[in-house]
């Protein structure tokens, strides 16, 4: 009989170092990724915390000072980041709404299959499959008052509509316009999975209890899209507060402060000649504090839809 | 099977080898500068300027050959054709010195981060720079240019170049004799006009019926007014003239300050000065002059930079446009511009004052600080080649804008394209916006105030600027400019 020293001297395992464990093998796996998180995540978010109390600039070769909360008290006496705010918020509002309905809209006039529904739902994506910049250049001459299409489709000879982007009361109408235009199909998107979720018996049984359209959807259909709605809600929130590029390639942030988002002036104090390091960070923690508490609530209110 | 698994020695070792060959990678890159030479003595530039090696310290004045074993310079500037330009006229360096010059282009919306983030980290990507006219006082205290004060008059020929452009382009602070780049690449703006509307005899004898004097190049800031009100005409898709009204950067405050200079207003007196300068009732008339000409430009107008301008005049829409001289090129060329043979170029008409002025554009080249002592002498002796009257005049014939006055005032020159003529007049009435350190900051506030007041019509000439004005003193107490 031979024993397992036996087997183990026969095929010279015993010689063999010995091979990684499955807790190790796991740590190879992980440790990279950690590293990584840690490098590019924390350590600039850590960083960039720092650097909010401080007065640093990405092109001076002077090392920071610390200034405490002189950034942050800067920011929050300053009256004119307060009008970018409020433009900031206003512009929130107006195309997050507006692409819910739109977005839901079409989601529910697209949900019944019927001839050329997949060629139709296909193109309507095509918006928000394209780059922000591309999207705001050729939105900017579609805008031209003297030969952009969108005046004249809305009936006015050429020449003669409305100027859009120079004017203060249409510029900020004008980007969410565009915006909504490019992600109204995305809140589509979420609610067609929303919608061809919800199960066929629910309705059957309004139906037999003679239940009315209205009733059905304010009963069945909005409840069970809730969820998927607000998370696309909830997305398209954070990236409108974050709107820059968009508002780059078709106004500029003008006319005036009229277009002037929260970013685009975080952009100018960041770089664009300025460079002031410090003050953009704290900037930039403020919007970060905003969106968490935002996106918080938003949370807070999807969980209790699940419970409920 | 067993035999091919990976044991946690042998992991251990490939990844300290993998480590360390990514160590010495990242090292290995490019050859280190040596340390400066001792022998570099410092001098301390007045108006708060760091400590910076001057270009005779560094023993670049002693005459002595180019480069020894430096075999290639390279300048960064930014990505448009005098560039191009450039690098065909540095060809001739490689016969004279046997070293090549390369110019590194980066294009314009990331020309001075990149330069900046550069200087941060003393970097020694570029021998020299061809920066920006706003940067001088920022990269002169920062430490980044070399100050080539002692060598100016002489070697480089300083006295030689339009006065102008050498306060412009090379002084800092103004007024100091203190210089720290050679004016190479002069530009500021002018005007391109539709020379075949304004010789039309019947618009010439409508224009004198409405307006009792010819139709022909303006003399005054007010005729160009009359001018553009005459031929706009909007069923036709006719429109005045075109100007810089863009929000970026420093295009509106550009535009503004033809107008500003011409009124025998300023952004400040040369202590620093603000209020009662900037905000004068000079400068308050230029700027609702400057509005007044707003309403001549076509729908679409709000946020026009040199592109927008151009691509106006070129589809006709415009007649008379506003622009960098850098960008008439284009205009002149049939290929782009199908009113080309039609098109004439003038310079900025006078003020009220009778003064012209025109904003500056252009730039002139620095030295790099960080470089070692061998490239600093040998990027010097470039520098000297390059002022060379002949080389100036080469310069120029590529297409490049020299400062050098001769080469301007020669007939050769300003015959050479529709548009030097009109130059050569303009580079002897430059002015700038500030060129402090905290020039950003000061240019960020007069933007948005402009365009708050030109574009999107709020409030009067009178609160935009004594708002910036409050705002350009904060700025410039902060900084220690103004006490």
Redesign the interface.
């Known amino acids: 009989m031979y024993g397992a020293k036996d087997i183990e001297s026969r095929t010279g395992?015993a010689r063999?170092?010995?091979?990684?464990s499955d807790a190790?093998l796991k740590r190879?796996f992980l440790w990279p990724t950690l590293g990584l998180l840690i490098a590019f995540n924390l350590f600039p978010l850590l960083y960039s915390l720092y650097l909010s109390f401080t007065d640093y600039s990405?092109?001076?070769?002077r090392a920071p000072q610390w200034i405490g909360l002189q950034n942050y008290r800067d920011i929050l006496n300053d009256g004119?980041l307060w009008i970018y705010f409020r433009n900031t918020g206003k512009y929130v509002v107006l195309s997050v709404a507006f692409e819910t309905l739109v977005g839901f809209g079409m989601a529910l006039l697209l949900r019944r299959k019927f001839f050329g529904s997949g060629i139709i739902t296909t193109l309507i994506l095509i918006p928000m499959m394209c780059s922000p910049v591309v999207v705001g250049l050729f939105w900017k001459m579609m805008?031209?008052?003297?030969y952009?299409i969108f005046n004249y489709l809305l009936g006015f000879p050429?020449?003669r509509g409305p100027?859009w982007?120079?004017s203060?009361k249409l510029a900020l109408w004008a980007v969410v316009i565009v915006d909504v235009w490019m992600w109204a199909p995305y809140v589509m998107l979420l609610c067609l999975a929303g919608l061809s979720a919800i199960p066929d018996y629910l309705y059957e049984a309004a139906e037999i209890d003679r239940a009315g359209p209205l009733y059905t959807f304010w009963r069945i259909t909005l409840p069970q899209v809730a969820p998927l709605l607000l998370i696309a809600v909830l997305f398209r929130t954070i990236e409108a507060f974050k709107t820059f590029d968009l508002v780059?390639g078709l106004?500029?942030?003008?006319?005036?402060?009229?277009t002037e988002l929260v970013a685009v002036d975080l952009y100018?104090l960041a770089?664009?000649?300025?460079?002031?390091t410090g003050k953009s960070s704290a900037l930039a923690y403020i919007v970060l504090v905003i969106i968490t508490g935002v996106s918080n609530i938003y949370v807070r209110y999807l969980n209790k839809l699940k419970e409920g | 099977m067993?035999?091919s698994?990976?044991?946690?020695?042998?992991?251990l070792r490939i990844a300290a080898f993998s480590g360390i060959g990514a160590v010495l990678a990242a090292c290995g890159g490019e050859a280190a500068p040596s340390a400066p030479a001792g022998g570099a003595a410092p001098t301390a530039a007045s108006g708060g300027a760091a400590a910076a090696p001057t270009a005779a310290s560094s023993g670049a004045a002693s005459g002595g050959a180019a480069g020894g074993s430096v075999k290639e310079l390279t300048i960064l500037w930014a990505q448009w054709d005098p560039s191009n330009y450039l690098q065909q006229l540095v060809k001739d360096y490689q016969g004279v010195a046997g070293i090549d010059v390369k110019v590194v282009q980066e294009p314009w919306g990331t020309f001075?981060?990149r330069f900046?983030?550069e200087?941060?980290a003393?970097g020694t990507a570029w021998d020299m720079v061809v920066g920006d006219s706003q940067w001088l006082g920022?990269a002169s205290t920062?430490?980044n240019y070399i100050e080539i004060t002692d060598i100016f008059n002489t070697d480089l020929n300083g006295k030689a170049l339009a006065p102008a452009t050498v306060t412009a382009y090379a002084e800092y602070p103004k007024g100091t004799g203190k210089y720290w780049a050679y004016p190479l690449e002069g530009d500021a703006d002018g005007w391109a006009y539709r020379k075949d509307l304004f010789e039309d005899p019947k618009e010439m004898e409508a224009y004198k019926a409405k307006y009792n004097r010819d139709l022909k190049v303006p003399e005054t800031w007010a005729e160009l007014r009359d001018i553009a009100e005459f031929f706009t005409r909007?069923?036709k898709?006719l429109y005045g003239l075109g100007i810089y009204t863009?929000?970026?950067?420093d295009a509106i405050t550009m535009g503004y300050e033809n107008v500003l200079f011409s009124w025998g207003a300023d952004w400040g007196t040369p202590d620093y000065k603000v209020q009662g300068v900037l905000n004068s009732k000079e400068a308050v008339e230029a700027l609702d002059f400057y509005k007044s000409l707003y309403k001549f430009v076509?729908?679409?107008?709000?946020?026009d930079f040199f592109q927008e301008v151009n691509n106006k005049f070129t589809a006709g829409?415009i007649v008379m446009a506003m622009n960098y001289f850098a960008f008439f090129p284009a205009l002149a060329n049939k290929s782009s511009n199908p009113f080309a043979d039609k098109t004439g170029y003038f310079s900025n008409p006078k003020g009220p004052s009778g003064k012209s002025f025109a904003a500056l554009g252009g730039q002139g080249i620095s030295l790099i600080s960080y470089i070692n002592d061998d490239r600093k002498k040998a990027a010097t002796e470039f520098l000297k080649w390059l002022a060379k009257d002949d080389t100036q005049k080469k310069w120029a014939q590529l297409g490049g804008y020299t400062c050098n006055n001769a080469v301007l005032n020669s007939d050769e020159f300003k015959k050479a394209t529709p548009y030097n003529a009109a130059f050569a007049e303009t580079m002897q009435k430059v002015k700038d916006f500030w060129a402090v350190p905290v020039?950003?900051?000061m240019?960020?506030v007069s933007q948005?105030n402009l365009?708050?007041?030109v574009?999107?019509?709020?409030g009067t000439a009178q609160e935009a600027l004594d708002d910036m004005a409050k705002k350009h003193e904060d700025t410039l107490k902060k900084a220690g400019l103004l006490k």
């Open positions: 395992r063999q170092p010995a091979a990684l190790a190879l990405a092109i001076s070769s004119q805008y031209n008052p003297g952009g050429a020449g100027d982007l120079s203060p780059m106004t500029g942030g003008g006319p005036g402060d009229t100018r770089f664009l000649g300025q460079f002031n | 067993s035999d698994k990976l044991d946690r020695r042998r992991f001075g981060d900046f983030t200087m941060a003393k920022q920062n430490g909007p069923d898709n863009q929000k970026d950067y076509p729908p679409g107008s709000s946020n829409q020039y950003s900051e240019l960020q948005t365009h708050n007041f574009v999107a019509d709020q």
